[in-house]
């Protein structure tokens, strides 16, 4: 569980640099986007539905973990009225021979919904793991995907994290 733990506290912040130097914005700078005003309770539940229809997409048979959403800040800005929601999870094939078209459904689908492709390919690791990375500008959204083919099990490693939310007036965010 530690290793588990230790790598999973390792992978986060790679992976939300790499979600969040996306491209959700007009002018296609690297600032992370606005995604209106929202409680951090409600931000989560959307996240939560979010991540349900990428879940969908994958249409192959298998599980998700249960993983709840978090907070994270907006870097530059007001801790106490800005914030943003990323969502971690995974989702295991039934069998590990459909791990490979699981994430050739997400890689398909994902663009005929909404999202962009930004980035697609294996990474550095010695596993050489294919990622994809893709934003919905819509949604106001990234996802990253980790295809984690040598894991036992297999599994696809998903984060799905947001654009930058600012509380109602008089509320101030709250953390979980």
Known sequence: ???KLSTFALALPFTLTT???CSMTD???DEIPSAGTSTSRDASDAMEKLSSTIYDLIDVKGKGSDSRPGVLDCSGKDTK???RIFHPWSFYPASASDLSDAMERLKTELPKNGWKIVEYGPDTSKN???NLTADNDTKKAS???VQMAKNDPPKLSLTVISGCYKVPDGQEV???
Do not use: C, L, P, Q
Request: net charge positive; hydrophobic share 35%.
């Open 27 to 29: 002018d296609n700078s």
């Open 143 to 145: 996802i990253n995907i």
């Open 19 to 21: 979600v969040t130097g």
């Open 174 to 176: 709250e953390r979980f």
């Open 128 to 130: 050489k793991n294919i």
């Open 81 to 83: 009225t800005y914030f």
């Open 1 to 3: 569980m530690k290793t």
